[in-house]
Every structure is written in structure tokens, then in C-alpha cells.
């Protein structure tokens, strides 16, 4: 659940936040290889999985066409990919078919992951929490702490505040992240990081956070 383009808003509804929260990601991914689709994994998530900081069962929200997934599975890890743009899922699918690599990815909107009737260990998020509106942020984050078992760690990668310039999605503070995983979280450490795109790198943060 991603999108680029738009200047950054400061509104309460920000323009990546629409009425059907579906439609202009799936018109992305039909469109073309959105900017974030980069054809490998974030940097961010290979240097936490080979530091062994990503265990277990992993849910990778908002996981696009796949590629940190299908890395994480790759190392062996139980691994379900979502994403709310069906053309993302179908070929993240066609990716893990022709590569041979074991693991599950289904189109749900992140905001509901008490549906899955499911628990992890590991949950990262690739550039989902910045795309939502204020009034979603505390949806996205209950949601969040019900696919995650006690004690399960939260990896959040979100474009920064510190990013210049007015291209990419809504711009994210450490403040916003400290306020938002306030209740119910440990916050163990927020450090800024990169996003990598087709533009190149951008100013990142990476929350990582365990459910208390």
C-alpha cells in the first residue's frame, strides 16, 4: 500500500489516502513498475535478517511484487506476503513460481489483520504506515499488534521528514512514530535509514518495535 508523486501533505486525509484505498495502487501496478518496485529487497530488511533480528513466522504488509518476502523465504522463514493491489499479488505469485520459492501471498487491506486468524513472529513493514491518513494510523497500528504474537518484533521503514524536496508520499516524523506506537509497544530503537527507489535512495526511518 504504497504510492509516489503527490507533494506531501499535511492534511488530515493526505492525497494517498483515498475513498477506495485499492484503486490507485492497483492503477499503479498496471500501469508500469511503480518507483518503489525496485526488482531486490530493501537494504534495511536484508542487513536486520542477516543480523538474525527477523525470526520465525514473517508477515511482510504491504509487500508489493514481492521481493522482501521471497529474500526472507529464501533464508527459510515461513513467510505470508500482503498486499491490498491484486495486479501486486498475481505477480508476486508469478515471481515465487518461477524462482521455486515456498511461501503464501493474498491481496488484504492492512488495517484488518485480525481477519487472518493468524499470529507471527515477525511483521516489516516496507513503506505501508506512511501512506495513511491521521484517523488511520491508530486503525493500522491496533491492526498490527493483532497479527503479532507477544513479545513478536515490528520492523517499520517510512519515508522521513528529513527526506528534501516535495516528491514521494506523506513525509513521516519520529515524533509521529513515537506518539502512534505509544500504547501497547516497546519501542527498542528508531535510527534513519534509506528507502530505495528508482530515483535512488531517499531519507528513511526504521521503527523496531516489539508487541509488550
Known amino acids: 500500500m504504497k504510492t509516489f ?48 533480528r527477523i525470526r520465525g513466522k514473517v508477515l511482510d504488509i504491504g509487500c508489493g511484487t514481492g521481493e522482501n518476502a521471497l529474500f526472507l523465504a529464501g533464508l527459510g522463514h515461513d513467510v505470508l506476503g500482503l498486499d491490498i493491489a491484486p495486479t501486486a499479488i498475481e505477480q508476486a505469485r508469478r515471481k515465487a513460481a518461477e524462482r521455486a520459492v ?14 487472518l486468524a493468524q499470529a507471527f513472529d515477525t511483521v516489516i513493514d516496507s513503506g505501508v504506515f506512511h501512506v495513511f491518513a491521521d484517523e488511520d494510523r491508530a486503525r493500522f497500528v491496533s491492526s498490527l499488534a493483532t497479527a503479532l504474537s507477544p513479545g513478536g518484533r515490528c520492523f517499520v521503514l517510512a519515508f522521513s521528514d528529513e527526506e528534501p524536496g516535495t ?40 521503527a523496531s518495535l516489539t508487541r509488550s
Not at 485499492?22 to 518496485?37: G, N, Q, S, T
Not at 515456498?102 to 481477519?115: G, Q
Not at 502512534?180 to 531517499?202: C, H, K, Q, S
Open 102 to 115: 515456498a511461501l503464501r501471498f493474498e491481496v488484504a487491506d492492512a488495517r484488518h489483520l485480525a481477519d
Open 167 to 206: 516528491w514521494g508520499p506523506r513525509r513521516v516524523s519520529a515524533a509521529e512514530i513515537r506518539q502512534n506506537f505509544a500504547a501497547g509497544w516497546i519501542l527498542d530503537a528508531l535510527e534513519p535509514a534509506e528507502y530505495v527507489t528508482f530515483r535512488g535512495p531517499a531519507r528513511a526511518w526504521l
Open 5 to 52: 508523486g503527490d507533494p506531501p501533505a499535511r492534511s488530515p486525509r493526505p492525497a494517498e489516502d483515498l475513498s477506495d484505498p485499492i484503486e490507485p495502487f492497483e492503477a499503479l501496478y498496471r500501469r508500469k513498475a511503480p518507483v518503489w518496485d525496485i526488482g531486490r529487497p530493501q537494504e534495511v530488511f536484508v542487513n536486520l535478517a542477516r543480523a538474525g
